[in-house]
């Protein structure tokens, strides 16, 4: 029986021939993550277990991004603990204001997650890094500090669903698009502990930012992990960015799947998701009520990467948001900040009416730069739409790509980007 792409790299990390679905392992990490809110509780554990300092300096990295800059004096605390931690073990990656970004756009930009990693974060997101080829994982702050000590976590190696991808994106049509798709499709239990492993000719015609978007979502699913396989775009990608040397796996072909899908990414259409759960979808053609909304936001680790910005800008040059409405923007990085600046893309959102803030996961999580009122409607570009997500509980959100939130924007309502003028 052959094993999956997933159950490839985490035998390798585990020193076994071989791993099959249920099996409980232990495993060398490549690279441990946290961030301002988790960091601060896995360095408490820490000090409960009285270790000596870190496994390894270097692959640790601890980004402050969700309440930074500080929003209050408990976010100050937060990130002054990190902070001290960071010196006091000389932390290499640890990314301060003015360097830092939303950490699942800015590890792999800065090349320090790699096809064939074995990566945890104690932040849901952190399955963005399977656009590489990486098993990469979110878990809990006491696991992020056994692996900050140990260098090493367990894992029950996950069954696969694979998601076998033909044909190519219409206009408009982007990873979002895809991932809401699949979601609205299996539910948001669909791929429960399961590898959510993309493949078929048709992941040759999603660009990098797409694999990052649908693999950042694969939690949204249930998902352990989303992988990509490594083809040329992945190796350009890492011959860029990678700081080390990678490793590509390939899955047996006879590896087992739970389940198996072919999606026709031409038959796709923008989709939106309606609260309050990111399976609750529709495509902008079933919109048929006018749905006035309140704010658009335009970032996060999903969707806050170059292309998104370039998308958006496409959609508001020329146009301005609607009378009322506030449409916030967050490129993810700094240096992609730097680069909108440089193609003029800032000036296009300014001059559209629109604000651009410094990278913060804030409005994400309903934590600041952009929190919900009652009875407010928001279009984002963000991964959850529960209850009280971002603010208010009687608040909505609706989760759509980037030319989806600006055509809002633009609209005052839900719209897509054929549907204004």
């Given at each position: 029986?052959?094993?999956?792409?997933?159950?490839?790299?985490?035998?390798?990390?585990?020193?076994?021939?071989?791993?099959?679905?249920?099996?409980?392992?232990?495993?060398?990490?490549?690279?441990?993550?946290?961030?301002?809110?988790?960091?601060?509780?896995?360095?408490?554990?820490?000090?409960?277990?009285?270790?000596?300092?870190?496994?390894?300096?270097?692959?640790?990295?601890?980004?402050?991004?969700?309440?930074?800059?500080?929003?209050?004096?408990?976010?100050?605390?937060?990130?002054?603990?990190?902070?001290?931690?960071?010196?006091?073990?000389?932390?290499?990656?640890?990314?301060?204001?003015?360097?830092?970004?939303?950490?699942?756009?800015?590890?792999?930009?800065?090349?320090?997650?790699?096809?064939?990693?074995?990566?945890?974060?104690?932040?849901?997101?952190?399955?963005?890094?399977?656009?590489?080829?990486?098993?990469?994982?979110?878990?809990?702050?006491?696991?992020?500090?056994?692996?900050?000590?140990?260098?090493?976590?367990?894992?029950?190696?996950?069954?696969?669903?694979?998601?076998?991808?033909?044909?190519?994106?219409?206009?408009?049509?982007?990873?979002?698009?895809?991932?809401?798709?699949?979601?609205?499709?299996?539910?948001?239990?669909?791929?429960?502990?399961?590898?959510?492993?993309?493949?078929?000719?048709?992941?040759?015609?999603?660009?990098?930012?797409?694999?990052?978007?649908?693999?950042?979502?694969?939690?949204?699913?249930?998902?352990?992990?989303?992988?990509?396989?490594?083809?040329?775009?992945?190796?350009?990608?890492?011959?860029?960015?990678?700081?080390?040397?990678?490793?590509?796996?390939?899955?047996?072909?006879?590896?087992?799947?739970?389940?198996?899908?072919?999606?026709?990414?031409?038959?796709?259409?923008?989709?939106?998701?309606?609260?309050?759960?990111?399976?609750?979808?529709?495509?902008?053609?079933?919109?048929?009520?006018?749905?006035?909304?309140?704010?658009?936001?335009?970032?996060?680790?999903?969707?806050?990467?170059?292309?998104?910005?370039?998308?958006?800008?496409?959609?508001?040059?020329?146009?301005?948001?609607?009378?009322?409405?506030?449409?916030?923007?967050?490129?993810?990085?700094?240096?992609?900040?730097?680069?909108?600046?440089?193609?003029?893309?800032?000036?296009?959102?300014?001059?559209?009416?629109?604000?651009?803030?410094?990278?913060?996961?804030?409005?994400?999580?309903?934590?600041?730069?952009?929190?919900?009122?009652?009875?407010?409607?928001?279009v984002s570009t963000t991964n959850r739409n529960f209850v009280g997500r971002m603010?208010?509980?009687?608040?909505?959100?609706?989760?759509?790509?980037?030319?989806?939130?600006?055509?809002?924007?633009?609209?005052?309502?839900?719209?897509?980007?054929?549907?204004?003028?």
């Amino acid at each position: 029986m052959g094993m999956t792409m997933t159950q490839k790299i985490l035998a390798a990390h585990a020193g076994l021939p071989y791993v099959e679905a249920g099996q409980l392992i232990e495993a060398r990490l490549d690279l441990v993550l946290g961030n301002d809110i988790t960091s601060p509780v896995a360095i408490k554990e820490m000090e409960k277990m009285k270790v000596d300092g870190v496994f390894d300096k270097d692959r640790i990295a601890l980004v402050p991004d969700h309440f930074v800059p500080n929003k209050d004096i408990k976010s100050a605390e937060h990130c002054k603990c990190v902070r001290e931690f960071a010196r006091r073990n000389e932390i290499t990656n640890y990314f301060e204001v003015g360097e830092m970004g939303i950490e699942h756009a800015l590890l792999p930009e800065k090349g320090l997650t790699v096809a064939g990693d074995v990566v945890i974060g104690a932040d849901s997101h952190t399955c963005t890094y399977g656009a590489l080829g990486a098993f990469s994982t979110g878990v809990g702050s006491t696991d992020m500090a056994a692996g900050m000590a140990t260098g090493k976590a367990w894992f029950k190696v996950p069954s696969a669903i694979r998601f076998h991808l033909i044909g190519k994106p219409s206009a408009w049509v982007s990873g979002k698009d895809v991932i809401l798709h699949i979601i609205g499709m299996i539910g948001v239990d669909g791929a429960l502990y399961k590898s959510m492993e993309f493949t078929g000719e048709g992941v040759a015609n999603l660009s990098m930012d797409d694999r990052f978007t649908i693999a950042n979502m694969a939690i949204e699913a249930g998902g352990k992990n989303g992988i990509f396989p490594v083809d040329e775009l992945t190796k350009a990608y890492l011959a860029e960015h990678a700081a080390r040397p990678y490793t590509v796996y390939e899955a047996d072909e006879d590896a087992v799947y739970d389940a198996e899908y072919t999606i026709d990414l031409g038959a796709l259409r923008p989709t939106v998701a309606f609260p309050h759960l990111p399976e609750n979808t529709r495509t902008i053609d079933e919109i048929t009520e006018e749905i006035a909304i309140d704010q658009v936001v335009i970032g996060s680790c999903t969707n806050g990467r170059l292309e998104d910005m370039r998308v958006a800008a496409q959609i508001l040059k020329g146009r301005h948001v609607a009378p009322g409405i506030r449409c916030i923007v967050i490129p993810a990085t700094q240096k992609i900040y730097l680069q909108a600046m440089e193609e003029g893309l800032l000036k296009t959102f300014i001059e559209a009416g629109a604000i651009v803030s410094t990278p913060t996961c804030g409005p994400c999580l309903g934590g600041y730069m952009g929190v919900l009122a009652e009875g407010e409607r928001c279009v984002s570009t963000t991964n959850r739409n529960f209850v009280g997500r971002m603010g208010h509980v009687k608040s909505e959100i609706y989760l759509a790509s980037p030319a989806v939130a600006a055509a809002s924007a633009v609209a005052g309502r839900i719209a897509g980007p054929e549907q204004i003028a």
